[in-house]
């Protein structure tokens, strides 16, 4: 009986003994397969969190190169603004340099009809000078008493009449001198409302 048990204890002992065996490889494979699934998980993990931060640093992305192309927009009205101050500047430049130019060929010609205008002036005085001593000359012919004698009588007549037509030369010289100084006032007084115009 004794011997019986004791056999029964070893067969217990051995098909246990076998159990754990075969159970050994399962074992061993569930283990890895569970160490598969973690490496697996983990991996997923990383790669959702990889995907999040590649989304956000698309986003990233996407939001400089929209910022980047609104600057760019800015800069370039800036540009084609600054461009069109430039070229209105270049315009009143261009519009001054050519009120100068006109100015200062205004002041040539005003300078040359000043110059005119004085020799005209000296011209009126010297012939106002001449008039004055041949009027002077005729008086002091014309208060002298006469002499009788004929002979001295007839070059005084002569004298006087000389005299006479030499003032009227010179009373028509002056008028015309008058005459074309007023003309050449008018003219430069419509010349100069043309240009201020």
């Not at 106002?128 to 041949?134: A, D, G, M, S, T």
Request: aromatic fraction near 2%; charge should be negative.
């Amino acid at each position: 009986m004794q011997a019986l048990n004791a056999q029964y204890d070893r067969d217990v002992a051995g098909r246990e003994e076998l159990d754990e065996e075969s159970k050994r490889p399962l074992l061993k494979q569930t283990r890895e397969m569970k160490a598969e699934l973690r490496d697996e998980r983990k991996q997923r993990a990383i790669t959702a969190t990889t995907r999040s931060e590649l989304r956000g640093g698309l986003q990233g992305l996407e939001q400089e190169v929209e910022m980047t192309n609104k600057v760019k927009e800015d800069a370039v009205k800036q540009y084609k603004k600054l461009a069109a101050q430039i070229e209105d500047c270049q315009r009143e430049v261009e519009k001054a340099r050519i009120a100068m130019e006109e100015m200062a060929a205004a002041l040539k010609d005003d300078d040359k009809r000043v110059k005119n205008l004085e020799t005209d002036r000296s011209m009126s005085l010297k012939l106002q000078n001449q008039r004055l001593v041949i009027e002077r000359q005729d008086k002091e012919m014309r208060d002298k008493p006469w002499e009788l004698e004929g002979h001295n009588r007839a070059p005084t007549k002569a004298t006087i009449a000389t005299f006479e037509s030499k003032i009227v030369k010179l009373e028509e010289q002056l008028d015309q001198e008058a005459k074309e100084r007023s003309s050449q006032v008018h003219t430069n007084r419509k010349m100069e409302e043309t240009q201020q115009n």
